[in-house]
């Protein structure tokens, strides 16, 4: 299961084909009976020999707990799969509309208007949230930087790197459309 970590979803992915419970949820007889000995060996001294184990034996050499995890394939599969269908919708209508191609700074009404726009051409019926919701998901979404404007949040793509990639210009432009189109509303 994603890990909320702050602004981010952590993901830790083991596999393992032992089979710990049966069909209905139990845990299986042989599974009990090596819990009820090995659990307080862990709890006593067993978690020293994990720690000497860890320092003395394992090379973590080249281990830098300030860096991001490496995104593996498996990685990609289980983030794809954890989405929401309409995490999905958000994510793939913006890679896939045209007009965001070209463009830096976005609102999240842009944003949710793409995604019923695109979930309308492909014929997907996916309820999408409202803007407040969209925005809370935009900041776990490694693709989107959000940015505090004077009047309102705007998102900006993410290189990937930490990087924003709009500039000054680019936020305060979007900034005084903003201002024009509220004051059309008004």
């Known amino acids: ?14 596999w393992s084909d032992f ?77 896939e509309n045209e007009a965001f191609r070209n463009r830096t700074v976005f609102t999240s009404k842009e944003i949710v208007d793409t995604a019923a726009l695109y979930a309308g051409e492909h014929q997907m019926a996916v309820k999408l949230p409202g803007n407040k919701l969209i925005a809370r998901y935009l900041r776990t979404c490694p693709e989107f930087i959000a940015i505090r404007t004077r009047g309102s949040m705007i998102w900006t793509r993410n290189n990937l790197e930490g990087r924003i990639l709009a500039t000054k210009g680019h936020i305060r432009a979007h900034e005084v459309l903003l201002a024009e189109m509220s004051a059309q509303e008004d």
């Open 1 to 14: 299961l994603p890990v909320q970590s702050h602004d981010s979803r952590r993901l830790f992915p083991i």
């Open 19 to 95: 089979k710990p419970r049966d069909a209905s949820g139990r845990p299986y007889e042989d599974v009990q009976k090596f819990w009820s000995r090995c659990w307080p060996w862990m709890k006593e001294t067993g978690w020293r020999h994990v720690a000497y184990h860890l320092l003395h034996e394992v090379d973590l050499s080249d281990f830098d707990a300030g860096e991001p995890p490496p995104v593996t394939a498996f990685l990609q599969e289980i983030q794809h799969y954890s989405m929401t269908n309409w995490e999905e919708l958000v994510v793939t209508s913006f890679r």
